[in-house]
């Protein structure tokens, strides 16, 4: 069984018909197809702030609580899953309402959603040494080895797209997982990558930010493995 995910154009032609960009301020969505490529920050955000990317941000708490604490920086979170775009788009509707914020206070405008895969996104919309940071927290492990291959980090060109993006020098991969086999796979895939080192953990500086997930885990005692790469 080949151990390593094949992704064609084709799949992706299938997979990505519907992708789109969302803003969560002011509903508007524009299909991905109709974004040039790669995609121009500054015409998307209508600013030149930083850009950093959050891959599959399911249920969207960190995506929330880091683009609130950090006006200034321009989030785009990536999500296959449909029914976790919705969710999260409904979560920031109802934290505005709750707490009254404007539309036009600015509140949020650094969010956007991108409905689509991951690898597709990133190796085919995303400018080269464009992104200060590319968050990953934690992936679908697929723990039974007939789906081990599905397991993002095995994906080649996936790696090299993380690469590729970041900047140099300030560039970072923040992984999280509570899958100690995996975060063990993680470490040694990434580690072909000549170009993303290894940090100190208190380099990051998200770590007080927790998602739905890390939340649960830490309540059933779960141990939590954490990793910060940058870009030399």
Known sequence: MNAEPRYTDQYYKCTTRQSQIIDVVHGKTVPLNDIPSPIDW??????????EIEIGFGKGRFLLEAAKEFADVNFIGVERAQKYVELTRQRFLKYMQHY???????????VRLAWTDANYFLSRYVRDASVNAIHIYF???WP????????????????SAISRTLKSNVGRLFVVTDFAEYFNEIQERIGTHTTLKPVPHNSDDYQ??????????QIEGREIYRAVYEKM
């Open 139 to 141: 992936p679908d492990p």
């Open 42 to 51: 500054k015409e998307l955000f209508c600013n030149t702030h930083p850009v």
């Open 100 to 110: 009254a914020v404007d539309r036009e206070s600015g509140t949020f405008e650094n």
């Open 144 to 159: 039974k080895p007939r789906q081990q291959k599905r397991r993002i980090f095995r994906n080649k060109e996936f790696l």
């Open 208 to 217: 007080h930010i927790a998602t739905n997930f890390e939340i649960k885990y």
